[in-house]
């Protein structure tokens, strides 16, 4: 129902910086958060950053002091600034996606396919 279009992904050395981005489209009447999720090789899938409607965003405490999440509601997109990358930082970042697809009706949550983070040396 909402397609999630991830970019941004890539190859990065220890300390430097990577901007995601991911853009919604298809049949849906709101977004009420957007957000980025992680997972690693052979861990857990966790949440990185999101941001709600009314603008509060979350981190995650490993990267609350070099991340920075934000949107564009205009055109229904979602920021990560990820600098001072570490090697931990590596994984597949998910778009996610929740909010209403009419305004009384169903609710929606969902993802993109995922883009590769590498941070090696």
């Known amino acids: 129902q909402v397609q999630l279009a991830e970019s941004g992904g890539g190859l990065v050395q220890p300390g430097g910086s990577l901007r995601l981005s991911c853009a919604a489209s298809g049949r849906f009447f709101s977004i009420d958060a957007m957000g980025w999720y992680r997972q690693a090789p052979g861990k857990e899938r966790e949440l990185v950053a999101d941001?709600?409607?009314?603008?509060?965003?979350n981190y995650a405490d490993s990267v609350k002091d070099r991340f920075t999440i934000s949107r564009d509601n205009t055109k229904n997109t979602v920021n990560l600034q990820m600098n001072s990358l570490k090697p931990e930082d590596a994984a597949v970042y998910y778009c996610?996606?929740?909010?209403?697809?009419?305004?009384?009706?169903?609710?929606?949550?969902?993802w993109g396919q995922g883009t590769q983070v590498t941070v090696s040396s």
């Open positions: 996610n996606a929740r909010g209403r697809i009419t305004m009384r009706g169903s609710r929606y949550n969902d």
């Open positions: 941001i709600t409607s009314d603008g509060s965003s």
